[in-house]
């Protein structure tokens, strides 16, 4: 067989986040598989197969890029970010455990890519500089008990935080149940920043504390970012501030 | 003032894991300031001033770059992996923050990079497929007891982990108490990935179940996956095995 999976991250948008060992993957695949936005992002080339489909579809999506590599084809799943983030690398796997035997002989390499979470901090300062935790507050696929488990966990921990998948039209009440956590342990003057569609033209960061946090600052593009105790906000003249997380915590 | 700081990240080791946004900023750059082996990464070429450190300078060497970036230098601070995760960003912007107030008129800039957990979960699989959290295991700039408070806590939250820095010459206990810590909450299936210098000529991935796990397994060039309690392994004829978090937590 000299077919492959690459499992591949574009990063958050930005054609100079994606890494160059990802851009050559693109170059040798003869199909290209995943979300439509994402496919999207791909050049189109003479003998290059372009295969759409839609959001939560990710375990069809995951056995056809099986089947085709077990064809002989070289297949590029797409992810935005990092696919091994809340991303495609998961459902593949799960599609290789579950499917044919021969499956696990195919070459499947993961690309990592630049992830929003870090994409975001790096466009605020450094608010991740410090320990911290990736939650995806979607519970499609989890109950909501548990993330609000983890949620407190967390903030007890005073991790600094990132959320990803923070609200959608589908999933209206979530994020203000999360801030209400949020509020029964931490101080109303933790830093949260909203950071939207980091690295595209629609890019828009907005800094505050939990007390003015509300749930309508976040959409399905936005990765919240929350700062853990210590984080401290810069203020400049006439620009955004800069929030960090610094190294130290005294004993 | 034409002058500016961008603190760059290099990534994990390969060179096909670097943005063309961090190339093009190399370029640009009229100094480079880092810790050693990070510097001697970046070819030397006319004009481009090349300006080593040691370890555990981070303050005096972000106040260099500071001051250069202020006389109209364009400076690149460099980091391995992602300069907002355990690396130079921090520092910097501590250093803008107890400085001249003419330093918040900089321009700074972080560029973000592939960090060493996300590179070495994407070698194993997709470890970090559902929520996790990053921890650095070194205590020089925090008590052992928050570390160990937060392994605690992130353990009972059930996230899959990595660890920074678990182990050095100078430290050589804490990785063992680490083991120890998830030994009292995990069950001793747990699965470990020990992944020593990801990407790069001496890159080793070992898989191992918690009840298995010694310290010596982790070296100061390790990062340490630690997966959920729903982490999975598929077994391959051959091959090194590949590792999973399953998107999904039943109800």
Chains 1, 2 share one sequence.
Do not use: Q
Not at 34 to 48: H, K, M, Q, S, W
């Amino acid at each position: 067989m000299s077919g492959w999976v690459v499992i591949a991250g574009l990063g958050p948008g930005d054609e100079a986040l994606v890494t160059p060992e990802v851009t050559a993957a693109l170059s040798e695949a003869t199909d290209i598989v995943g979300y439509i936005p994402y496919v999207r992002r791909i050049a189109p080339r003479e003998g290059l197969r372009l295969h759409e489909s839609d959001n939560r579809v990710e375990l069809d999506r995951s056995r056809h890029a099986l089947e085709m590599a077990a064809e002989g084809r070289r297949v590029v799943v797409v992810s935005s970010g990092d696919p091994g983030v809340f991303a495609m690398a998961s459902a593949v796997f799960e599609a290789v455990e579950a499917g044919p035997s021969e499956w696990r002989a195919l070459e499947i390499r993961v690309l990592p890519g630049i992830t929003a979470m870090l994409a975001a901090a790096a466009r605020a300062g450094a608010p991740l500089g410090h320990d911290f935790c990736a939650i995806n507050l979607s519970d499609n696929l989890k109950p909501w008990s548990l993330i609000e488990k983890r949620l407190r966990l967390a903030a007890e921990a005073d991790f600094a935080m990132g959320f990803y998948n923070p609200r959608s039209k589908s999933r209206p009440e979530g994020f203000g149940r999360a801030l209400d956590v949020l509020r029964e342990v931490c101080e109303p003057e933790r830093v949260i920043i909203f950071a939207r569609a980091v690295s595209t033209p629609k890019e828009a960061l907005r800094v505050v504390h939990l007390c003015d946090a509300t749930p309508d600052m976040a959409d399905m593009r936005t990765v919240v970012l929350v700062g853990s105790s210590l984080t401290r906000i810069i203020e400049r003249e006439g620009a955004d501030p800069w929030v960090y997380t610094p190294r130290s915590v005294p004993a």
